[in-house]
């Protein structure tokens, strides 16, 4: 579908736009969640602190992954598909679609695969409570050793998929660390985009709605 949303945008409706989107992707994420592997035998604390603590990053390889075949572009919706000048709208958002872009550069250099990119995707959800001393932003897990045998399956379901890749085994652990390592990268934005997101909440900005106001809450709360 054509973009419906009226342009030129102003930091007002670029932010807007952005939450009810980052509102309604929520909803799917946790959808999602629970169709990965072991994730609802899970106690309730536990995927609370996990989606709490990585429900940025999954946006983001969600948003990475989008717009993986149009260069310069992030396709944050059909109908939301913005560049970086549009987002320079937003004071410091510029340089988080920077950040973005390059990482969607990088994977479309590694020729990112939808099975590489579906275990990305559920590491950075079962990572995110692995080190909650770090960050202090989580409270730590009920079960971690269950979370970290989720994890070593999914790593391991990754390195599966890379062996059937055809790539020499040298390569293989080559291409193995150059996607894991990306992943420290959305971290980071997540991080900026966090910051981002509650300076905007402190200018009473944007409505943000009850679901995202409630994570972006926990997050300060606990960091």
């Known amino acids: 579908s054509k973009q419906k949303h009226s342009r030129p945008y102003t930091e007002v409706t670029m932010m807007t736009l952005l939450t009810n989107l980052a509102d309604k992707e929520l909803v799917h994420m946790i959808a999602w969640a629970k169709k990965v592997p072991g994730f609802q035998e899970l106690t309730l604390h536990d995927q609370v602190q996990l989606l709490e603590s990585s429900w940025l990053e999954v946006l983001i390889i969600g948003l990475v992954w989008r717009s993986i075949h149009s260069p310069g572009k992030l396709l944050f919706a059909q109908d939301l598909i913005l560049d970086r000048n549009e987002g320079s709208c937003v ?13 969607v550069a990088r994977f479309r250099a590694l ?10 995707k559920a590491i950075i959800l079962l990572n995110s409570g692995a080190f909650p001393f770090c960050t202090s932003s989580v409270e730590p897990l009920n079960d971690s050793f269950t979370v970290q045998c989720m994890l070593d399956k999914i790593t391991d379901t990754l390195i599966y998929y890379i062996s059937k890749s055809g790539l020499a085994v040298q390569q293989q652990s080559r291409r193995q660390a150059q996607l894991l390592l990306l992943l420290s990268h959305i971290r980071h934005m997540s991080n900026k985009g966090m910051e981002h997101l509650y300076s905007m909440k402190c200018k009473n900005m944007v409505p943000l709605y009850d679901l995202l106001l409630e994570l972006l809450d926990a997050h300060r709360l606990h960091s």
């Open 111 to 120: 020729k990112l695969q939808s099975e590489e990119f579906v275990c990305l």
């Open 91 to 103: 004071e410091g958002m510029a340089e988080i679609f920077d950040m973005i872009l390059a990482t």
